[in-house]
């Protein structure tokens, strides 16, 4: 699966993403001919470096749109904008709060060769839209969301591709936008540790030579497929929703074996770990079409 070929960790600012208001430096002596302005930054985190573009001004705070509150606030030509780059937290790449029980339908767009995600929203105050961008990448989601009046949001739209389109990665990938991005993000940490988990566990139950200690390993194997399931069922859509039902089922798999060798029931343990491997070959055919 290319997508999740090795461990990479996701760079997400979970206490707000770090601000960086670097200005063309100015010197002593004659003025010098004007030239382009250097871009100012206003996303500077992990692998994601995003100039400002002309008239934005970064604020050196967290953003005040509802939903967007961990973000890099900036100032727009518009009204307020918010930077952001984070671990994917629901299946629309939006951040959980923003997403809520459904968000409205996404409209794809093309960014400097870049598939993008806007979503429409609701603004802060009455009269007042957001456009949100969602580019999902192979350390976090980078966002950039630009509030406005209603009168004004075509232009704020525009502004908001502009400072998506002048986005530098360094270290990481665009990814394409599809239902399942989400959770595929999220594999790229969670199948590893499940996988470091699987291996000890395993070997502690091929060791076991007790009932008690057999039903104890199984357990432990029930409970890191049950908390993997967990963490990618809110990211969960498209294909990703495959995964998470195969990762429920082999930790209920594990319950019975669990179950089984605490009864001495070899019958219902052999028929538990025909279920596990059989699902096994289904989780691996679910992760090779993500």
């Not at 970064?58 to 749109?65: E, F, I, K, M, V």
Request: with cysteine.
């Amino acid at each position: 699966m290319q997508l999740l070929r090795g461990a990479v960790t996701v760079a997400a600012a979970a206490a707000g993403v770090g601000l960086g208001a670097t200005l063309a430096g100015g010197g002593g002596g004659p003025p010098e001919p004007a030239s382009p302005a250097v871009p100012r930054t206003g996303l500077a985190s992990g692998p994601a470096t995003l100039p400002l573009p002309p008239g934005w001004t970064a604020l050196g705070h967290h953003a005040s749109l509802p939903g967007f509150e961990e973000a890099t606030a900036v100032r727009g030509n518009h009204g307020p904008v918010a930077l952001d780059i984070r671990a994917p937290e629901h299946g629309s790449l939006l951040p959980a709060a923003v997403a809520g029980d459904g968000p409205p339908r996404a409209d794809l767009r093309l960014i400097e060769g870049h598939a993008v995600w806007r979503y429409d929203l609701a603004g802060p105050d009455p009269g007042t839209s957001v456009a949100a961008l969602v580019l999902p990448t192979t350390r976090g989601v980078v966002t950039v969301a630009c509030a406005a009046r209603d009168a004004e949001m075509d232009a704020a739209a525009a502004d908001c591709e502009q400072a998506m389109g002048s986005l530098r990665l360094n270290g990481a990938a665009a990814l394409d936008v599809r239902p399942s991005t989400a959770a595929a993000i999220a594999l790229r940490d969670t199948m590893p540790a499940l996988n470091r988990r699987r291996r000890v566990e395993r070997s502690r139950l091929a060791a076991a030579r007790t009932p008690a200690a057999r039903s104890a390993a199984a357990l432990r194997l029930a409970e890191s497929h049950a908390a993997a399931a967990a963490r990618l069922r809110p990211l969960a859509a498209g294909a990703g929703r495959r995964v998470v039902t195969v990762l429920a089922t082999l930790a209920r798999d594990h319950r019975a074996l669990a179950a089984a060798s605490r009864r001495r029931d070899a019958r219902a343990a052999q028929a538990a770990g025909a279920a596990i491997r059989r699902d096994e070959q289904r989780l691996e055919r679910a992760l090779a079409v993500l």
